[in-house]
């Protein structure tokens, strides 16, 4: 189904929103920004049995500037952990890094930004921080693809020994199984992938891309994944249209009837990093990190997760 796009007038000075239909072929979901100023249109799944994560906060409404194909919640409900600033869409206008059209999604986590899913997860007594978005659940025997682009800001700093994750795969029953099947992590600086469901050593924590690749760049990255606890499952990673890496096999854990893809910023094992640089360098607060995103589209084909790309993924 083609887009359409429809004009609305908001204001007397005209603000402008676009509607769409989604990857999956259903019609996009109209509400209004959290500024009240434009209609934003989301992208939910098609399928009858799709759930979205277990958490009460409300949908975050991402323009189509960003975002396409699903519907994204903040991962933690405790309201009075997740920062304004923790997630904010913003414009290349005031200065921010843009992948594609004007506007990119920029995440920040300072020290102590650690939240809960009352009353049953709590990240600061786990030893962990977050802001991070989570999309709908995809299920046995569905084939679909992933596209985002990431970009670090010059100042970024790596917290290694500590665990960062810039992106994950995650299982609805992690409490039984591993959390995730596969993760995207700067655990030790550059872009690296984990799947958790491969004995290999040599896939098990691979890097794709070096720490200087991803500071001031952006990278592209195009996931084709089938999601099966059977040996025809498969997942296929192209990062700036490199083929690196290809796993054919279980892409979900033996209990988890779900997976679903979740992005932002994410560091576990936050006292490595904070008992090393309290030793070594007297410094007892982990820094402040920012990274954007854009082009996270969702879909049930390459053409439509890469289509606003500019040609480096072809």
């Avoid at 891309?209 to 499952?233: A, F, H, P, R, Y």
């Avoid at 954007?292 to 049930?300: A, L, S, T």
Wanted: net charge neutral; proline share 4%; with cysteine.
């Amino acid at each position: 189904m083609k887009n359409i796009l429809f004009i609305f007038v908001l204001s007397l000075y005209s603000i402008q929103g676009y509607a769409s239909s989604c990857p999956d072929g259903s019609e996009s979901v109209k509400s209004i920004s959290d500024d009240g100023t434009y209609f934003v249109y989301s992208c939910s799944r098609l399928s009858e049995q799709a759930n979205t994560p277990a958490t009460d906060f409300p949908n975050i409404s991402l323009p189509l500037d960003v975002a396409s194909g699903n519907i994204y919640k903040k991962s933690l409900n405790d309201p009075k952990t997740f920062k304004d600033y923790g997630v904010q869409v913003v414009d290349k206008k005031d200065g921010h890094p843009v992948r594609a059209g004007s506007k990119s999604i920029r995440f920040e986590l300072r020290d102590g930004d650690c939240g809960a899913t009352l009353p049953h997860w709590s990240d600061c007594d786990t030893d962990r921080e977050r802001h991070e978005l989570s999309g709908s659940y995809m299920s046995d025997g569905e084939e679909w693809w992933h596209a985002w682009s990431i970009f670090l800001p010059k100042d970024f700093k790596n917290i290694s020994p500590s665990i960062l994750d810039l992106g994950q795969f995650h299982g609805d029953n992690s409490w039984v199984d591993p959390c995730c099947s596969f993760m995207f992590k700067n655990q030790r600086g550059g872009y690296h992938i984990q799947n958790l469901l491969d004995d290999s050593e040599f896939s098990e924590f691979k890097k794709v891309l070096t720490q200087e690749e991803m500071i001031e760049k952006w990278n592209d990255i195009l996931v084709n994944v089938k999601w099966s606890k059977n040996n025809n499952g498969f997942i296929n990673l192209w990062v700036n249209d490199r083929l690196v890496y290809e796993y054919q096999g279980p892409t979900l854990t033996k209990n988890s009837k779900f997976v679903y893809f979740k992005f932002g910023i994410y560091r576990s094992r936050i006292s490595l990093f904070l008992n090393q640089s309290k030793r070594l360098y007297n410094i007892s607060k982990l820094p402040t990190q920012v990274v954007y995103y854009d082009e996270v589209r969702v879909g049930k084909s390459k053409e439509q997760v890469v289509g606003n790309l500019p040609l480096r993924i072809k």
